[in-house]
T-cell receptor
């Protein structure tokens, strides 16, 4: 079964500093990869996605992520964070099987980003 | 505007009562999902439906039931058999299982 690992449950960072939120998945087959953001007491919102093509994906709010197949990673980055980026971030993976089917999406356990003024 | 609505935002029930959470979408999506979210545990899939009149159990279906009589609607019933029902419940939809999911605002259920 596929799994998604978000290594850090909480990441504190000062305002205007860069941040990287890590995501690794356990698979060697093709994947679709997603990052979502959740503000307190709200639903999740898509930040960015990788389906195919360029391994560097740009999303909303200045975030970007890089798909690294050899390291099975899809880390999320932002060069300069703002107070408004304080939220919980979820990585998600859909496996595409060699047989032509796919496994339903699996979410990581989330990383809480706390931006310190 | 297209989107997903969940109602109510907050719901309070006494132990032993069944309760139904509403989820409606006007995105014309075929697939719909119900997740449960508890602190530190991420999202856990309860049920999902790929098409009208069909649905499958997710990872934590015990104590829950669903129906999918219309494409737009996917209500979740939390039954009295669910041992620990207090949680934040999220509904989502997508074109199909390979595409990104669109989430509703969630319903926070408290059972006392």
């Amino acid at each position: 079964a596929q799994s998604v690992t978000q290594l850090d449950s909480q990441v504190p960072v000062f305002e205007e500093a860069p941040v990287e939120l890590r995501c690794n998945y356990s698979s060697s087959v093709s994947v679709y990869l997603f990052w979502y953001v959740q503000y307190p007491n709200q639903g999740l919102q898509l930040l960015l996605k990788y389906l195919s093509g360029s391994t560097l994906v740009k999303g909303i709010n200045g975030f970007e992520a890089e798909f690294n197949k050899s390291q099975t990673s899809f880390h999320l980055r932002k060069p300069s964070v703002h107070i408004s980026d304080t939220a919980e971030y979820f990585c998600a993976v859909t496996l595409l099987m060699n047989s032509g089917g796919y496994q339903k999406v699996t979410f990581g356990t989330g990383t809480k980003l706390q931006v310190i003024p | 505007d297209g989107g997903i609505t969940q109602s109510p935002k907050y719901l309070f029930r006494k132990e032993g009562q069944n309760v139904t959470l509403s989820c409606e979408q006007n995105l014309n999506h075929d697939a719909m999902y119900w997740y449960r979210q508890d602190p530190g545990q991420g999202l856990r899939l309860i049920y999902y439906s790929q098409i009208v009149n069909d649905f499958q159990k997710g990872d934590i279906a015990e104590g829950y039931s669903v129906s999918r009589e219309k494409k737009e609607s996917f209500p979740l019933t939390v039954t009295s058999a669910q041992k620990n029902p207090t949680a934040f419940y999220l509904c989502a939809s997508s074109r199909d299982e390979t595409y990104e999911q669109y989430f509703g605002p969630g319903t926070r259920l408290t059972v006392t």
